[in-house]
């Protein structure tokens, strides 16, 4: 059997960001793979130096697309902390909504993602048809479809009226329904089973040793979740689950998203009708005290992880960000080990990369 | 027959002009029932045309290195044979010149187009048509034997291997679709083997390799290679009615040529039916399926037909 | 609580005084520690219970480098260790949490630390054939220069 390299990236059908990954095939079979990162490396952090605070919220927005309010929740989280601001109640509800409505629209988007990989059309076209009616949510909400643009520092910039209300409403029971029927029809189908069940499985002692976060961990059998052990933003004021399933397969997964992104309708939910009366921000001044500063969320693939120091003038004087997927893919190379060409698809679908935020 | 009537009837019905005509539609077909199934809305009527028009009017590259007679050569193989397949199947019910073993001829001819893929891979030497070439000569292997063991069941019914005997043993004991449906649908399960269809399109998954065999190809040569695939389906599925459906109709008759277009519809939404509900298989899935599953299955059922 | 078990732990094993430990906000914990006792200190920390480390930072403070190991478990206790800006060497922590071999790679990359036993040294994020130097440092400015003109390369013809 000849030994074969194939290139899947920089451009590849597979990937949606650019990534450089080499796999060397005996055959049909993986035998060594190689990772090479950085094709949208832009310096976020290196420009953060160079921008004011309010500059840097609409900078560091644009480190990804599909997690964009996330980002820019943990940054303004960590410098009303710097600056010991309490931002009102009903801006942080209306701070969770977004994070959560950015997580079904990541997991949906996923799911699409995969669902192609494996040649899985229709589940393709059904998941990205039913992500529309959240795009339309967040479009009536903060103008943009997938860039919002709704943090500042001391609150949020929008604010909910009635016809938002009855929009998420009607919205959300759809989403509901149809997520649940997604579940359903995946359970019964042997043909995305067969292409899911023991592909790429991460042992609970390897997600350890390599500190993976996110859905990729929980399916192992790790219960970590920043929005139940540290809650920021009044998430210790809802109700809501954190799924857990043991196989650490690609299936594992699939269904823990699909798990997850029903609690997250919950928490939308549980949100609209809990929605708080009173400002939604404060106003915050132009310059920072000296100190440093640590501040987590949960993304949509995990713990995100922002450190701040600030030494009094208007920039900051340090932004370390570290995103989730830079975890999993250490682990990507040895997931593929010994597994079949076709595999690949499966797996790089499977562990959900958001490169721009892994290359920032 | 005189020239003319030769000639009218190799070009224009039922033979090259009818054929394309009919693999346009069934193209499209296919498409809009995919799309349906999925949601979508779906390509107009002239779609594939115009994606034929558009790729001849494209630049034709290839990779250097590659042989460029034998680039230009395999698609016109494969292109010429599924022609020369057309030639002794009755299509549209128009008598056909029969003779013994022309069942045979005709399998093999209909078999060209997946050999000269294979070869196309080669011949380009990309990395993903190599692999694409690799996976379409494992697939050609196991399922033209499937599509060419379960065929025969209707040869074995009828006692002889010529394509008129098989209609006149229909016209007498009625179709074969009757007492051989698991015949049918084996050879189904063969014809999406050999068409490289969803959910066996593991040879041209895009995901994977890109497009397979054919990645390097472009313009002129890329329009002759979709054209052959679509024409492969026409002609194989007239292939599977003739041998099953025979005994509805009389040759040379419109209400028969009604019936067939039919029977062609219905068999395209069929196959764009499954070629939606499944995800794509794995290889080593795909040989299992076949060798464990549908062959074994397809001698039991032809040992049947034997019998009675 | 882990987070007490693990700051009384450092203290005795490492021998630190009161002034090491330093509260943060957001309920976190700062210890400072000397290069020398890197492995002995993340040694400790997980044998605590404490195994996720959730970043590496690296960041220039009065040109001498300070490295922050951050942990976490429910709360977070981070590590600070001060290298001298001539002199940025310290042993790789890859063989007890080998997840830190990226965010290693990229404090080597972007501000030239020596990390003694990093098991793939390769550049992370930038590319192979870098002669730019360190980006991040605090001497190297961004390349904040305006394109050329040009103007004359605009009428279809490329360079």
Not at chain 1, 332 to 343: C, I, S
């Amino acid at each position: 059997m000849s030994k074969i390299t194939v290139p899947i990236g920089p451009q590849h059908p597979l990937l949606k960001e650019p990534l450089s990954f080499l796999v060397s095939l005996e055959g049909e079979k993986v035998m060594d793979s190689t990772l090479r990162l950085g094709y949208v490396h832009r310096g976020i952090e290196k420009l953060a130096e160079q921008r004011t605070y309010i500059q840097n919220v609409y900078l560091i927005e644009r480190i990804c697309g599909i997690c964009s309010h996330i980002h820019s929740t943990t940054y303004c989280q960590s410098v009303e902390a710097l600056l010991n601001l309490e931002v009102p109640k009903r801006g942080l509800y209306i701070r969770m909504l977004l994070c959560e409505l950015e997580r079904v629209h990541s997991h949906l988007l996923w799911l699409g993602v995969l669902a192609k990989n494996i040649g899985l059309n229709t589940l393709f076209m059904y998941a990205w048809r039913d992500r529309e009616i959240v795009l339309k949510i967040m479009e009536e909400i903060s103008g943009g479809r997938v860039s919002h643009a709704v943090n500042i520092i001391g609150g949020v910039r929008v604010d909910l009226n009635d016809k938002h209300l009855s929009l998420l409403h009607k919205g959300l029971q759809e989403l509901k329904k149809r997520i649940e029927e997604i579940l359903r029809s995946i359970e019964n189908d042997r043909g995305f089973q067969a292409r899911t069940r023991n592909i790429g499985q991460l042992s609970l002692e390897e997600i350890k040793r390599y500190c993976v976060v996110g859905p990729v961990a929980r399916a192992s059998g790790l219960d970590i979740d920043i929005r139940r052990d540290a809650p920021y933003a009044a998430y210790d004021e809802l109700s809501f689950e954190v799924p857990l399933m043991t196989e650490g397969d690609v299936w594992a997964r699939s269904v823990l998203r699909i798990l997850e992104t029903i609690q997250a309708i919950r928490l939308c939910t549980q949100i609209i009708n809990n929605l708080p009366d009173g400002s939604i921000s404060v106003p915050a001044p132009r310059r920072v005290p000296a100190g440093e500063v640590v501040s987590r969320a949960e993304a949509p693939r995990g713990e995100v992880f922002y450190y701040m120091r600030s030494d009094g003038s208007q920039n900051p004087a340090r932004l370390k960000i570290r995103t989730p997927t830079l975890t999993t893919l250490i682990t990507l190379p040895g997931q593929l080990k010994n597994m079949q060409m076709a595999d690949v698809s499966a797996v790089i679908a499977g562990v959900d990369l958001c490169i721009a935020c892994g290359d920032r | 027959m005189n020239l003319s009537v030769l000639i009218f009837k190799i070009f224009i019905f039922p033979g090259f002009l009818f054929l394309l005509v009919t693999a346009l539609f069934l193209h499209w077909l296919d498409r809009k029932l995919i799309a349906r199934f999925h949601g979508r809305v779906g390509p107009p009527w002239y779609q594939p045309l115009a994606d034929l028009v558009k790729l001849f009017a494209k630049e034709d590259i290839l990779p250097s290195g590659t042989n460029l007679i034998f680039a230009a050569l395999l698609p016109l193989i494969s292109f010429a044979s599924v022609l020369t397949a057309s030639f002794y199947l009755p299509i549209a019910i128009q008598s056909t010149p029969s003779f013994q073993g022309d069942f045979i001829v005709l399998m093999f001819l209909l078999s060209m187009p997946s050999l000269m893929y294979f070869l196309a891979g080669w011949v380009t030497q990309g990395v993903y048509s190599v692999i694409g070439g690799n996976r379409s000569l494992l697939q050609y292997f196991s399922y033209e034997v499937l599509f060419l063991l379960a065929m025969s069941g209707t040869a074995i019914a009828s006692g002889s291997w010529s394509l008129a005997d098989i209609r006149l043993a229909q016209l007498k004991e009625g179709p074969f679709i009757f007492p051989q449906v698991v015949g049918f649908l084996l050879s189904l399960a063969g014809l999406i083997g050999k068409l490289k269809r969803e959910p066996y399109d593991i040879p041209k998954a895009k995901s994977e390799v890109i497009a397979g065999a054919l990645t390097e190809f472009s313009g002129k040569k890329l329009a002759l290679w979709y054209l052959t695939i679509q024409l492969q389906t026409v002609v194989g599925l007239s292939f599977l009615i003739h041998c099953f459906f025979s005994g509805f109709w009389q040759m040379n008759t419109i209400g028969g040529f009604f019936i067939f277009f039919l029977l062609l519809v219905i068999l395209q939404g069929i196959l764009s039916a499954i070629s939606a509900i499944y995800a794509r298989l794995r290889i080593d899935q795909l040989i299992h399926l076949n060798w464990n599953i549908f062959i074994p299955l397809t001698l039991l059922h032809n040992i049947y037909i034997l019998l009675i | 609580m882990n987070k007490e078990k693990a700051v009384n732990k450092l203290q005795e094993v490492l021998n630190l005084d009161r002034s090491a430990i330093k509260k943060m906000p957001m309920n976190e914990v700062e210890i400072t520690i000397s290069k020398r006792q890197i492995l002995l200190a993340v040694k400790t920390i997980l044998k605590s219970g404490i195994w996720h480390l959730s970043a590496i930072t690296c960041q220039q403070l009065e040109d001498d480098f300070i490295l922050l190991y951050h942990f976490w478990k429910s709360v977070g206790v981070t590590l600070r260790i001060r290298l001298e800006e001539n002199n940025p060497r310290i042993d790789s922590v890859c063989p007890l949490i080998p997840g830190a071999e990226y965010y290693e790679r990229e404090s080597r990359e972007m501000f030239g630390i020596e990390f003694l036993g990093l098991p793939n040294p390769v550049p992370l994020l930038l590319p192979d054939d870098w002669q730019g130097g360190y980006p991040m440092r605090k001497n190297e400015r961004l390349n904040q220069d305006k394109p050329k003109d040009n103007k004359h390369k605009q009428k279809g013809k490329s360079s």
